[in-house]
DNA sequence: GGAATCCGGCTAATGGTATTAGCTTCATGG
DNA sequence: CCATGAAGCTAATACCATTAGCCGGATTCC
């Protein structure tokens, strides 16, 4: 009967450290009993805290993608100075902005490595915000929407400030965020045989989707 | 008491059915009992022609790694007739080999937006290889170790006939994987909000993707 | 200070899942 | 015609989430 002092807080955390110890697949494999386990309390008593699984899952999801979005954040300030000394030549710097891009994808699978299951749960957020978790009131689904919404307009302005005009941001997020999940997911779901050279192979895949990026601009200078 | 007449195959079948029927993540959420009911068998009954959860997993897996391998080989060859049409080009072509290429992609994005639970499994199956289902002497795990290196030797020959060199094939393959999968991935998570033009931006990343390839073959080219 | 309330733990019960053990029955082959 | 084996079944076990309802300690209020 000694109260454990427990809080959603707690909860949360806790199961982000159960998350981070299941590695990739952390996340789908999450379990209230594990939870509840290192918590020292019995299953039923997290109902108290937490609304349930889903929720659980939700606010995890919640926590991963605003510490995504604070990698993503300091990657884009971190270069932003070094980018900000050349003043007007916004549109055809090839080098900081570049250079830009690949901090912030470096960044992100960074994140991925260090934390798998919290990199999944970032990916699992749409599957509960289309399932209409956000808009029906709940805190925690509008509190999830608004990071995931955080962390997209990040991007966004990540490329904004690669010279994207608007037209092709949605374009240019998508290659984006399609070459390093795709990277990220087929490594960490050790879809690559050898871990042999992919440091070397996430450098292609970045100089291509940093190549694609430049294309991008110019074929929208083009149509213009 | 009348036979249902089931045999592995048809367990197989049946799965591969409720999975497609689930949508993605109808892989990950199958379960025996579905599988079961729509047999007309009571769930204790499918261990008679199949050793559990995860052994008609892997089966399926295989299925699937096959059928992906057949969109995958005949990509290849639809196009390869194209490509022989000029014959001594295969080494500054950007036409036709291109054009390869983007088949490719298109072909295995085609495959998953029509068998979404399949294209899981697709992806699943290195999880179950690397927990040493194959090696084991098990010969569902021995099935899927080989469909799963026919598709990569597939992926190999298409990159190969670009006239990219051994040593870059790695990074080749793995560049084709990560953007196709990545772009793959995200849509069917529901990661990009509307479904606006998605075509063009699936068709951004290949050629993204394309140029990568180019770009690979141009570096090695120097480098040797 | 004492009483009422509420909060955060608990146990018990329900229903879904996989898996194993053991029974029965039908079809088949000697 | 009977023996055997394959293929179904029920029963039992073990885990999981979830709900209902109890209970005790801390807090708050008069």
Redo the contacts between chains.
Sequence with gaps: MPRAGLSPEAVVAIGLDVVDAGGP?GF?RLTLAAVAERAGVAVPSLYKHVGGLDDLRRRIATESVRALDEVVAEANSGLAATSRSGTGSADTDDGSGAAALRALARGIRSFALAHPGRYAAV??A??Q??DGAAGDGSAAGDALAAAAAAL?GRLDDALRAQGLPEACL???V??L???????V??EQ?????LP??LD??FD??V???V??VE??RGASAISR
């Design positions: 697949g789908e990916q699992f749409p599957t915000l289309r997209l949605v374009d240019g998508r290659l965020r399609s070459s390093v999940h795709g990277f997911a087929l779901g050790g879809g690559f045989g042999d050279d070397r192979s292609v895949v100089e291509a989707m190549a694609g294309r991008l």
